[in-house]
């Protein structure tokens, strides 16, 4: 007897339920409020990326495609940025500097740009040095193609590593059915370049044909915070569908399952998998249902903080509140809400100072003090 689609419908629904409540069991605890908070940099709209000079000035990234210069209480707008594909998340993102910035002066921005004969943007890699509130000496060190018109999916975070290696994200562009398991195709990925844009000769894909040899990892869905652990690796959070959100330590040429394997499903509550698990592919150090919608990563290092000494940070878009994501014995244990209510979360960093400095939409950026 054929099945009706009504009931068919309601099949893959009920499927897309039970596949949702699968979940760590970890429940978030009530903001403890052991800490106050000061506002740095007030007025900003949606600040990305940050990142502080070696005066303790502080560089902020402003999605829409501005690039501020805060010292001493007053903003500086530094010239000269490139124009960015200004589209829904796409934008001007992520800022970081060069280990030995004190030495070299170089500063890595990444953004959505429109270059290319396609129309839309992707993400692309830059590195520029600052001088006279400009940027100069502008490289172009990647470039993800095509472009789409697409808004969405563009990650994207920046970070080195203790051997110097600068790694970086780029979301799938909402192409989840091509890019993300396809070494072929940018999206969906996290690369490793050389601080100078050439490729490592021991990256994974370095001997494959066709593919993008710059490409570390890939079977990523929008990768939207990415941090050094203090043991040297790299970790990345990204977000998934409805439900699936992740975190994961970044291992050379492996496949994090997007959209093969996921724990999260469709916005509209239909199944997008029925395996949450395949072999060759990593399961996810740790994971949210329901999505927290994570923007901005970091690992607390600071003595100013011993409660929270070893824990990883995480901004949640869609909760409006910094999570502590409690680590004992390399697990999850815990997990706290701090910040709560206080607005979008897109970013948050450990400053030179030892402090927590959180980069939170139509606010600004906010500094916790403990009490």
């Not at 004190?102 to 921005?109: D, S």
């Not at 999206?187 to 050389?194: A, S, T, W």
């Not at 601080?195 to 869905?221: E, L, M, T, W």
């Amino acid at each position: 007897m054929k099945s009706s689609p009504l009931l068919l419908l309601l099949f893959f629904v009920c499927a897309a339920c039970a596949q949702q409540k699968k979940t760590n069991d970890i429940r978030i605890q009530e903001d403890p409020k052991n800490y106050t908070t000061e506002l740095i940099v007030p007025d900003l709209q949606i600040p990305w990326g940050m990142v502080w000079l070696p005066d303790g000035s502080m560089l902020i990234t402003e999605k829409r495609g501005e690039l501020i210069h805060f010292k001493d209480g007053k903003k500086t707008m530094i010239s000269n940025v490139p124009e960015v594909y200004n589209r829904n998340q796409g934008g001007l993102l992520d800022i970081e500097l060069h280990p030995q910035y004190e030495e070299n002066g170089w500063i890595y921005i990444t953004y959505s740009s429109k270059e290319g004969t396609e129309k839309g943007g992707n993400t692309a890699l830059i590195r520029a040095k600052l001088e006279n509130n400009q940027l100069t000496l502008i490289e172009k060190l990647y470039k993800g193609s095509p472009n789409t018109t697409r808004g969405h999916h563009f990650g994207s975070r920046i970070e080195f590593d203790n051997e110097g290696y600068l790694y970086f994200s780029i979301g799938d562009r909402g192409n989840r059915d091509v890019n993300p398991q396809d070494i072929t195709k940018d999206g969906g990925k996290i690369y490793r370049l050389h601080d100078d844009g050439k490729i490592p000769k021991d990256n994974p894909f370095i001997d494959k044909q066709d593919a993008k040899k710059a490409i570390y990892s890939y079977g990523h869905r929008n990768p939207q915070g990415m941090a050094l652990h203090p043991n040297g690796t790299i970790w990345v959070h990204e977000h998934g569908p409805r439900g699936g959100d992740e975190i994961n330590p970044i291992k050379k040429g492996a496949n994090y399952g997007w959209p093969i394997i996921t724990y999260g499903i469709n916005y509209s509550g239909t199944s997008i998998t029925d395996i949450t698990q395949k072999e060759g592919m990593e399961q996810p150090f740790y994971y949210w249902i329901p999505s927290i919608a994570p923007s901005g990563m970091d690992f607390v290092t600071s003595n100013t903080y011993p409660g929270w000494k070893g824990d990883i940070l995480a901004g949640s878009l869609v909760f409006q509140y910094l999570e502590l994501v409690e680590l004992t014995d390399n697990k999850v244990t815990g997990r706290k809400k701090l910040l709560d209510g206080m607005g979008r979360v897109r970013n948050v960093r450990q400053g030179p100072d030892g402090f927590i400095y959180v980069a939170i939409e139509n606010k600004g950026i906010v500094k916790i003090i403990p009490k």
